[in-house]
């Protein structure tokens, strides 16, 4: 994400692209919506010029503060999961390289976005200017407090896995909302939809087995 000028999406980009997106749909990724989003936003615009090569391959990446990318499929299924309709007001926990905060946008939803460290905040804001997202609300803030002037949100994402369900971010989550999360510690995560069912009420469904880095308290400058 080092770049100094906008980065350039080719013939082969497009190409390695239509690939990734078929893959992901014999993985079972059904949404067209999702898909063709995958379609609008370059991967490979979102890491170090070093990684370029691997971008359309289904694996996370390094994005520098010990932290990754995530897999194009996880990101893909979360945003499956989290059904979102043009207009929705979307949080997401973990902005990481910005990857899926855009995919989210490319949906049409409405992104506010957290992370907590400040290098990779910054790096980030700058990369979503540059390449066309800036749209996109960044906030260097701890996810577990969420965002609570701005609640509530239709839907709420979290990349990185917190040991216990948090509370504030059910708080702000509105009634019929949706919040889809990674759960449980680093050797036992499942992907979790969480839906809220009254202001005191939600209900869980388990789907599959998660890696994701855990999710930290505090900020990091
Ligand atoms: N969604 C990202 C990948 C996220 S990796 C992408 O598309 O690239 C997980 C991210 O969550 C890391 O950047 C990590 O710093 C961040 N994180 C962990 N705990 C957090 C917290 N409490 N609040 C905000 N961000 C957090």
Not at 140 to 168: C, M, N, Q, R, Y
Not at 186 to 195: D, P, R
Request: charged share 25%.
């Amino acid at each position: 994400m080092n770049r100094n000028s906008t980065p350039i999406d080719d013939y082969r980009h497009r190409g390695l692209r239509r690939k990734l997106i078929k893959e992901l749909a014999d993985k079972g990724i059904y949404s067209q919506a999702v898909l063709d989003a995958f379609n609008q936003v370059p991967r490979h615009f979102f890491l170090d010029k070093a990684f370029e090569e691997l971008a359309y391959q289904d694996r996370p990446l390094p994005i520098g503060c010990a932290q990754t990318i995530s897999q194009p499929y996880t990101v893909a299924l979360q945003s499956q999961l989290l059904d979102i309709k043009k207009g929705d007001k979307v949080l997401e926990i973990g902005t990481g390289s910005g990857f899926q905060a855009s995919i989210l946008c490319a949906l049409g939803a409405r992104v506010y976005t957290i992370e907590r460290q400040e290098a990779l905040f910054r790096k980030t804001v700058k990369n979503l200017k540059q390449i066309g997202f800036p749209q996109i609300r960044c906030y260097l803030s701890d996810g577990f407090e969420g965002l609570p002037i701005h609640a509530p949100f239709k839907k709420i994402i979290v990349t990185a896995a917190p040991k216990e369900l948090p509370v504030k971010l059910i708080d702000q989550l509105a009634v019929g909302g949706i919040m889809v999360l990674p759960w449980g510690d680093q050797k036992n995560q499942k992907m979790v939809v969480l839906t809220k069912t009254s202001p005191t009420t939600y209900k869980l469904s388990e789907k599959d087995d998660a890696y994701f880095v855990p999710m930290l308290e505090g900020v990091n400058k």
